[in-house]
């Protein structure tokens, strides 16, 4: 770009009249009165190495706060020993991942059945143990990997009760129609903490004492199924964007309920609503740290139980900063990941 | 019509021995359920420093860390043989009456409403805390009684800034509240000048001064303006249990007027003092009575230590938290911690 261009773009995008210049100057001086201390204090007078508080001396962020604690906010409690099968199981999540991009569209199918069948039961005896491998209580679990298992098992457990949900709703048979209304509004209309509070606290109670489901299962399963309302309304958008003509064309061609929903209208539906789909799984990600409420580490209730370690107070701003960073990094990439499902998937002619 | 009532009425019955079975089962069989399981399930905070805290290496420590290891030799026999569970102040109690965990040592303070009303026993003291002030040293205040048109940085809903709002009343002094959501954010906010004042119980105050730039320009007042008992907590259906968690508390504070210690403890097993010999279970039947084995107390003491050695650890001088013995000091030196006889 030379000069000209930079002074007309200058003069277009950020000058172009008396008020667009003051908000251009006074976002400028912001800038300039931020962005400067910021690096200041969050790179050049850090600290990146070192084993204890002491080492931070410089005045700047104590960033040794987070190397030294790195292994528990991503693996909670988990025994050091056992490691390895947490990240066995994230590493076959991400290659099979993956490897969606590069097998050859026949394979796919296989691919998403493995992911949300076989998967689910190879990364459930893998980090819980069983067939050999020694059991690791739920209560240890923690960390990055918890907020990612539950993320997970969410959407696995939200996507398909959703799609039902979603189908359900506009079915022509009255019992299955107001049960699905019924029960997609009573999940949407509670708040997400209620629900894990009575899956935490209240259900116990209503269960006889030797019969205990897990306590991390229940918070699960109840995030699942509150998800599951928000993603059966979001396909239902996408439902009632067919044309008519859909539904028809099917019948014609003498397909059942269920080969004209699987195969002709789903497809269509749910590619059109990628994006709100998206925002529903980003929001479950985020909304994972509000189980602090009943006791279970994540990553942020790790960060919060390290930095009030009698020896490592004071760290509270660098946590919070480390887990916004990932927090956003991963929503970041689910939804450049969802993008790429949007273009790929897209029919539109232009 | 006659049959489906008699259905209904199977249902019921049905549910109702459920629910039955549900409430009675945790009756009186605490003790039995630990050994059985060969751990203590014990309930602690999600980090409070010098209470109940992890450190990078995964390991628990604190002040009530170490009463559930106290209670875990006591029965077991192994101070490490314990389970924590994290809990935040709103499922603590629900998760206690639900039987997920045997005792809860979570830095809860002592109220009639909570002990009467909940089903609940408090089995006795650990820590006695209160509210207190901090303020710059520049200010030239050395006493609570004269912090006058003051900014009062304070934690919004707790308990706290009810106390405030009553110290400042009956003193007749003049404060403006500046209250935050967050610790954090109401010792950042006083740090960088916004308040004079700062305050929290006083547990919290000296652990939050080493989160200011500078903790040697703040002193804390010695007034205290509340009382904030922190205890143990039991279901309030197993006496048996009550007992052991009590005496296990006393033991350790028992052992500290003795001057027994996890250091000495072996040499002193061969004491003439009467009081000694029935503390380590060399004389009498303590255990008998708690259904413990006579060695329950030595194991306390040899493998966690007296109360004051729990104390200097995790809250005391040398410690970040940094606390004087102040009101948790033995009776006979000047505070009001107080065993009842262990005979």
């Given at each position: 770009m030379n000069k000209e261009n930079i002074k007309s773009w200058l003069k277009i995008n950020l000058f172009s009249n008396w008020y667009n210049s003051i908000i251009s100057l006074f976002v400028l001086i912001v800038i300039l009165l931020i962005i400067p201390s910021f690096l200041d204090w969050a790179i050049?007078?850090?600290?990146?190495?070192?084993?204890?508080?002491?080492?931070?001396?410089?005045?700047?962020?104590?960033?040794?706060?987070?190397?030294?604690?790195?292994?528990?906010?991503?693996?909670?409690?988990?025994?050091?020993?056992?490691?390895?099968?947490?990240?066995?199981?994230?590493?076959?999540?991400?290659?099979?991942?993956?490897?969606?991009?590069?097998?050859?569209?026949?394979?796919?199918?296989?691919?998403?059945?493995?992911?949300?069948?076989?998967?689910?039961?190879?990364?459930?005896?893998?980090?819980?143990?069983?067939?050999?491998?020694?059991?690791?209580?739920?209560?240890?679990?923690?960390?990055?990997?918890?907020?990612?298992m539950l993320t997970f098992f969410g959407i696995i457990f939200a996507f398909p009760l959703g799609v039902l949900l979603a189908l359900g709703k506009r079915s022509e048979l009255p019992v299955i129609k107001y049960f699905c209304i019924a029960f997609v509004e009573f999940w949407r209309g509670i708040p997400l903490i209620t629900v894990l509070f009575a899956a935490a606290i209240m259900f116990p109670l209503l269960l006889p004492a030797n019969f205990n489901v897990d306590k991390l299962l229940r918070v699960a399963i109840g995030l699942g199924i509150f998800e599951s309302a928000y993603v059966a309304e979001v396909i239902r958008g996408g439902l009632q964007s067919l044309p008519k003509g859909q539904y028809e064309a099917a019948k014609s061609l003498g397909m059942s309920y269920w080969k004209m929903n699987f195969l002709i209208i789903l497809p269509q539906a749910i590619k059109t609503v990628i994006p709100g789909l998206t925002n529903t799984f980003i929001a479950l990600f985020k909304d994972t740290p509000l189980i602090i409420l009943v006791g279970l580490l994540e990553l942020l209730g790790m960060v919060n139980l390290a930095k009030s370690n009698s020896y490592w107070l004071g760290m509270a701003v660098e946590g919070y900063i480390f887990v916004g960073l990932i927090f956003w990094f991963f929503s970041y990439l689910l939804s450049r990941y969802t993008q790429s499902l949007e273009k790929k998937f897209s029919t539109e002619r232009h | 019509m006659k049959k489906i009532t008699t259905n209904s009425f199977a249902i019921l019955a049905f549910v109702a021995t459920f629910i039955f079975a549900t409430f009675s089962a945790n009756a009186?069989?605490?003790?039995?359920?630990?050994?059985?399981?060969?751990?203590?399930?014990?309930?602690?905070?999600?980090?409070?420093?010098?209470?109940?805290?992890?450190?990078?290496?995964?390991?628990?420590?604190?002040?009530?860390?170490?009463?559930?290891?106290?209670?875990?030799?006591?029965?077991?026999?192994?101070?490490?043989?314990?389970?924590?569970?994290?809990?935040?102040?709103?499922?603590?109690?629900?998760?206690?009456?639900?039987?997920?965990?045997?005792?809860?040592?979570?830095?809860?303070?002592?109220?009639?409403?909570?002990?009467?009303?909940?089903?609940?026993?408090?089995?006795?003291?650990?820590?006695?805390?209160?509210?207190?002030?901090?303020?710059?040293?520049?200010?030239?205040?050395?006493?609570?009684?004269?912090?006058?048109?003051?900014?009062?940085?304070?934690?919004?809903?707790?308990?706290?800034?009810?106390?405030?709002?009553?110290?400042?009343?009956?003193?007749?002094?003049?404060?403006?509240?500046?209250?935050?959501?967050?610790?954090?954010?109401?010792?950042?906010?006083?740090?960088?000048?916004?308040?004079?004042?700062?305050?929290?119980?006083?547990?919290?105050?000296?652990?939050?001064?080493?989160?200011?730039?500078?903790?040697?320009?703040?002193?804390?007042?010695?007034?205290?303006?509340?009382?904030?008992?922190?205890?143990?907590?039991?279901?309030?259906?197993?006496?048996?249990?009550?007992?052991?968690?009590?005496?296990?508390?006393?033991?350790?504070?028992e052992a500290e007027e003795l001057g027994i210690t996890k250091a000495n403890v072996d040499t002193l097993k061969s004491t003439d003092n009467p009081a000694i010999k029935r503390l380590l279970g060399l004389e009498g039947e303590t255990g008998k009575n708690l259904s413990l084995s006579n060695e329950w107390s030595y194991n306390i003491i040899k493998q966690v230590g007296n109360y004051g050695e729990s104390y200097e650890a995790n809250v005391g001088t040398k410690t970040p938290v940094g606390l004087g013995r102040g009101l948790n000091q033995l009776w006979t030196k000047g505070g009001i911690l107080y065993s009842p006889p262990v005979r």
């Amino acid at each position: 770009m030379n000069k000209e261009n930079i002074k007309s773009w200058l003069k277009i995008n950020l000058f172009s009249n008396w008020y667009n210049s003051i908000i251009s100057l006074f976002v400028l001086i912001v800038i300039l009165l931020i962005i400067p201390s910021f690096l200041d204090w969050a790179i050049f007078k850090a600290t990146f190495i070192g084993k204890t508080k002491a080492d931070c001396k410089t005045g700047g962020a104590c960033w040794v706060f987070i190397s030294v604690w790195f292994e528990k906010f991503i693996y909670g409690f988990y025994p050091d020993k056992e490691l390895w099968r947490v990240n066995l199981a994230f590493i076959i999540l991400i290659l099979s991942v993956l490897s969606a991009f590069f097998v050859k569209p026949k394979i796919k199918p296989y691919i998403l059945f493995f992911l949300v069948f076989i998967f689910p039961i190879i990364g459930f005896i893998l980090i819980h143990g069983g067939f050999g491998l020694e059991n690791v209580e739920t209560r240890v679990w923690g960390g990055l990997s918890l907020t990612f298992m539950l993320t997970f098992f969410g959407i696995i457990f939200a996507f398909p009760l959703g799609v039902l949900l979603a189908l359900g709703k506009r079915s022509e048979l009255p019992v299955i129609k107001y049960f699905c209304i019924a029960f997609v509004e009573f999940w949407r209309g509670i708040p997400l903490i209620t629900v894990l509070f009575a899956a935490a606290i209240m259900f116990p109670l209503l269960l006889p004492a030797n019969f205990n489901v897990d306590k991390l299962l229940r918070v699960a399963i109840g995030l699942g199924i509150f998800e599951s309302a928000y993603v059966a309304e979001v396909i239902r958008g996408g439902l009632q964007s067919l044309p008519k003509g859909q539904y028809e064309a099917a019948k014609s061609l003498g397909m059942s309920y269920w080969k004209m929903n699987f195969l002709i209208i789903l497809p269509q539906a749910i590619k059109t609503v990628i994006p709100g789909l998206t925002n529903t799984f980003i929001a479950l990600f985020k909304d994972t740290p509000l189980i602090i409420l009943v006791g279970l580490l994540e990553l942020l209730g790790m960060v919060n139980l390290a930095k009030s370690n009698s020896y490592w107070l004071g760290m509270a701003v660098e946590g919070y900063i480390f887990v916004g960073l990932i927090f956003w990094f991963f929503s970041y990439l689910l939804s450049r990941y969802t993008q790429s499902l949007e273009k790929k998937f897209s029919t539109e002619r232009h | 019509m006659k049959k489906i009532t008699t259905n209904s009425f199977a249902i019921l019955a049905f549910v109702a021995t459920f629910i039955f079975a549900t409430f009675s089962a945790n009756a009186n069989q605490t003790r039995e359920n630990v050994i059985k399981r060969g751990s203590l399930n014990c309930g602690v905070s999600q980090g409070v420093p010098g209470f109940s805290n992890a450190d990078a290496s995964g390991k628990w420590t604190g002040i009530d860390v170490d009463f559930c290891r106290a209670v875990a030799a006591a029965i077991l026999g192994d101070a490490n043989k314990v389970k924590f569970t994290p809990l935040s102040a709103k499922d603590r109690f629900e998760v206690l009456k639900a039987g997920d965990i045997d005792v809860l040592a979570r830095n809860t303070t002592w109220t009639l409403s909570r002990d009467g009303g909940l089903a609940l026993d408090f089995i006795g003291t650990n820590f006695y805390d209160g509210q207190g002030f901090m303020v710059r040293k520049a200010a030239n205040i050395n006493s609570a009684k004269k912090l006058n048109n003051v900014k009062v940085c304070v934690e919004t809903g707790t308990t706290t800034e009810l106390n405030l709002r009553d110290y400042f009343k009956a003193n007749k002094l003049k404060y403006e509240p500046v209250a935050f959501t967050k610790s954090d954010e109401a010792v950042a906010a006083y740090d960088s000048g916004r308040c004079d004042v700062y305050t929290t119980d006083k547990s919290g105050l000296a652990a939050n001064r080493t989160k200011t730039k500078n903790p040697a320009d703040h002193i804390i007042l010695p007034e205290t303006i509340s009382k904030e008992p922190l205890g143990p907590v039991v279901r309030g259906n197993d006496e048996n249990w009550a007992n052991i968690t009590r005496w296990t508390l006393n033991v350790m504070i028992e052992a500290e007027e003795l001057g027994i210690t996890k250091a000495n403890v072996d040499t002193l097993k061969s004491t003439d003092n009467p009081a000694i010999k029935r503390l380590l279970g060399l004389e009498g039947e303590t255990g008998k009575n708690l259904s413990l084995s006579n060695e329950w107390s030595y194991n306390i003491i040899k493998q966690v230590g007296n109360y004051g050695e729990s104390y200097e650890a995790n809250v005391g001088t040398k410690t970040p938290v940094g606390l004087g013995r102040g009101l948790n000091q033995l009776w006979t030196k000047g505070g009001i911690l107080y065993s009842p006889p262990v005979r």
